[in-house]
Structures are given as C-alpha cells and as structure tokens.
C-alpha cells in the first residue's frame, strides 16, 4: 500500500527543490510548480480521507527507525482530530498558491518557502514521534518568518522579527516536556505517552505547565498574544491566510493532542483556570476588535476571540463530569478549529484582493462598494456573517457545542457569550463603513473580482455553508475519535 501520508508531506519540499534545480524559474513556471504541487498534495489528501480512520486510535500508520538508541523512529499517523487539519491544511495551501500567481518579486524563492512550509505543516498534524512532531513545529517558523519579512508591508522586518521570537521561545518549554515525557517513558512515541500517561504529581504539574505556555502563545491566547496583530497586518495576504488558517491551529491541536491526553489528570485539576485564560481571551480579542479601524489587525483579534472558544471547549470537556457532554465540548472546539480556518482565511483572502486594489486598509477611507464591486462586498459580507456565528453559517454549529457543553458543565464560563454580540457590532460596523452608503468616488473605477480570485474564494464560500447547513459529514469524522478519548 502506498505510504499516502509520507508523500503528502514530503511532495511539497520535493517540488520544492524540482523548482530549484530547473534552469527556467520565471514567475510562470514558479506559480505553475506551485499550483500544480499544492493541488497534487491537495488531491493525496482527499485519498488519504477516502481510506478512512479507525474509532479509538491511529490509522494509517507508516513507521520507520530513526534513531534507535533513543527510541526515536519516522512516525506518521491520522485520527479524527487530526485528519480535518490536514485535509484544511492541504486546501488553503493550494488557494494561497493560486492567489500568490500576482507575486513576481523573487518568486521562486517565495514558493519554496511556502512549500517547506506546507510540509512542515502536514508534519506537525500527522508525527506521532515527539522529536518529529518538535522538528516539523519549529521548522514552520523558519518558512514563515521569510515570507513576512521578505514579502510584507511596510514594517515587515520588526513583525516577523517579533514573530519569530516570541514563538521561537515559546516553543522551547515544549521541548523541555518532551524530553521529561521520553525519560519517564523511554519512548518518543506519542501513542505510548497517550494510551498509558506515566508523568504524575509535580513532574505532570510542570509538564503541563510548559505544554501551556507554548501552546498559548501559539493559538495566541491572552495575555501572550501581542505577536499575532502585527504579524497579520505585515504578512503578505497568502501569509496571513496561512499563519490564521494553518499555524494557529498547531497551538489548540497541541492543547488537546499534548496538554489534555499526555497530562489528563495535571490538565482537569488546572481546568478551571484554563477555562479562565479562554474566556478572557474571547471578550478580550472581540473588545480589541473593535477598537481597530484597520481591516487586517481586526480580524488578526477575531482569531484571539475565536481561539478562545477552543480553548473553552477542551478545558469544559476536562472538567466534565458527564463523558457525552465531554465529547459535545471537544467535538465543538475542533469543528471550531475547521471552520475559523475557512471562515478567516476567506476573509484574509478578500481583504487582501481589496488592498491590492486600493492599497488602503482602513475603513475610513472607504464607503459605498457594493455597488461597484457586489462579488468581492458579498463574499465578505457571507464570511462576516460566518465569523459573528449567524446560523446557517460555519461557526454556529461549533460555537453551539462549545457553550452547551460550557452550559452543563460551567455554567459561569458562558459569560463569553457577550464576545459573539461584541463581533456581530464590530462586523456590522466594518460592513457599513465599507460596503454601504455613499461610493467613494476615489474608488468608481475599482474593479470587482476577477476569475482567479473566484477560483480562490468561492470554495471556502460554498464550505463555509456547507459546514453551517449541513455539519454531519465532518462531525462524524472528527466524533470517531473524540467519542473514544478517555482521560
């Protein structure tokens, strides 16, 4: 059987360095590898979700010796959990190189980075060796920093410094639990440190404590999340889509993969001040929203809002004392996980093909754009609408399960649920300053979406309904595991 897991990770880097050795790297050729990669990779993963998963453990599983001294071996591996963040990953990947065919500046040197970092992105959702896992998480960042400082806005080079930093750091406590997780354990396999958790007490304690850390800086979550606005509004558009999309999802995949079924215990007696830290991160990332007047770093705090209604949902489903309302909670924040990925990469996506045109991000100097460009004003107004949780629409369904499951178990938490009324403001708001009244006669000759952009947004458009109308198709995926999780 084909190891389908290990050629959709490595396709990206390979192509990658096929693009490097050919001795024409115009920007058509460039976009053309890149396209054609990405949606090959795309592809591999439909046939992966096609083989299935198993209730109650991995599947899939490819498994080679690595360094046998220490335990450690080339181990891949898919459940409910993660198999929705590949399938999300390999998409986006393959819109942003479709969106990115406009980048001509050293465009060959762009679309490697971002193929390095596809693969380093499928790596972290599907190692099931904790010193694989480790490397595929730092390697992102290398990718990502050179994307926003080489390819970014005005102030590029301090917010990718400071991206870099920050999660750079963050990232070494993890690697300190690690190796506390491999010498209790003698093994760097993942599976070994869930099915049979050893670390007890203060050693469990502390484990956890720097599983939190890097996690929470990574989701962002409050109070360590100052990294993630500037970075948005500097990274170019496909960036932005990635770093939403894709690598905030390694910090709440971490949260409920690491923290909640490497530390069980650890994690259920922190459970309330987890549950704290996501609410505050929920009313604190929809007020800061509201403050911004700047499209990009509004919808950067959306994701601080959002990401704390993840973190709400695995710490609900910790501190459950009913198992279904534990599996309502999880299988409510990983849905949750899906479709921020869709609902914010579509509108990173339209605010990008907007400040293509205008050059301008701030709603002040807009107004009245419906009328000149109704496909661009309707996809944002139909992802707004996602975003704030109309249902019928992606978030409501995971939004739902979160704050029933937080109902049943804590009914004090869904004081949270004042941020979705403090987003469905800020969206409304950001909707009428830009899309309604009076046109801007400075933007009469502004020119709505082209071909290529509908290619890149209407199939998050059409998920995003999916999703919200008709939910069961990837629910079931993700409920085959979260139903046999035990902790």
Do not use: C
Request: charged residues 10%.
């Amino acid at each position: 059987m084909l190891p389908l897991l290990s050629i959709a990770t490595f396709l990206p880097i390979l192509g990658g360095l096929v693009l490097m050795a050919l001795p024409d790297r115009s920007a058509r050729v460039t976009h053309g590898v890149s396209i054609g990669v990405t949606g090959l990779t795309f592809l591999i993963t439909l046939a992966i979700w096609a083989r299935g998963i198993v209730p109650g453990g991995f599947a899939q599983i490819e498994e080679i010796s690595w360094i046998p001294a220490i335990g450690a071996a080339y181990r891949l591996g898919l459940d409910g959990l993660s198999l929705p963040l590949v399938l999300l990953t390999s998409l986006l990947f393959l819109l942003s190189a479709i969106y990115s065919a406009r980048v001509t500046e050293r465009a060959a040197t762009y679309v490697v980075l971002m193929l390095m970092l596809e693969t380093a992105s499928l790596g972290t959702f599907m190692a099931l060796d904790g010193l694989l896992f480790y490397i595929f998480f730092e390697v992102s960042l290398v990718g990502m920093y050179f994307m926003i400082a080489g390819w970014g806005y005005e102030d590029r080079q301090r917010a990718a410094l400071m991206f870099f930093l920050y999660t750079l750091l963050g990232s070494l406590p993890l690697l300190l639990a690690i190796l506390g997780l491999y010498l209790n354990s003698g093994s760097f396999d993942m599976r070994v440190w869930i099915d049979a958790p050893s670390l007890t007490g203060i050693a469990a304690m502390l484990a956890l404590i720097a599983m939190l850390f890097t996690f929470a800086v990574k989701i962002p979550a409050f109070p360590v999340h100052t990294w993630l606005p500037a970075a948005h509004v500097q990274a170019p558009t496909a960036g932005s889509v990635i770093l939403a999309g894709v690598m905030l999802k390694f910090g709440t995949y971490g949260l409920i993969r690491f923290a909640l079924q490497m530390t069980p215990e650890a994690f259920t007696r922190a459970g309330v001040v987890i549950l704290v830290f996501g609410v505050v991160s929920a009313i604190y990332g929809a007020f800061a929203a509201l403050a911004q007047t700047d499209l990009k770093k509004m919808i950067a705090y959306t994701s601080v809002n959002h990401m704390g209604y993840v973190v709400m949902g695995v710490a609900v489903a910790a501190l459950a004392t009913d198992p279904a309302i534990r599996v309502v909670a999880l299988d409510g924040a990983t849905l949750q996980m899906i479709s921020h990925g869709i609902v914010t990469g579509a509108l990173f996506f339209l605010v990008g093909m907007l400040q293509d045109r205008a050059h301008v991000r701030d709603m002040g100097d807009f107004g009245g754009l419906l009328g000149q460009v109704p496909w661009l004003g309707w996809a944002f107004i139909l992802s707004a609408f996602a975003s704030l949780g109309l249902p019928g629409l992606a978030h409501f369904p995971a939004e739902f399960q979160v704050f029933l499951a937080t109902l049943n178990a804590q009914p004090w938490a869904v004081v949270a649920i004042l941020a979705i009324v403090v987003t469905a403001g800020l969206y409304l708001r950001s909707v009428a300053a830009v899309f309604l009244g009076e046109l801007n006669q400075k933007w009469a000759a502004m020119p709505d979406l082209d071909r290529r952009e509908m290619l890149v947004i209407v199939p998050l458009l059409i998920l995003t309904i999916l999703i919200g109308v008709a939910p069961a198709w990837l629910l079931n995926m993700i409920h085959t595991t979260m139903a046999s999780l035990s902790f």
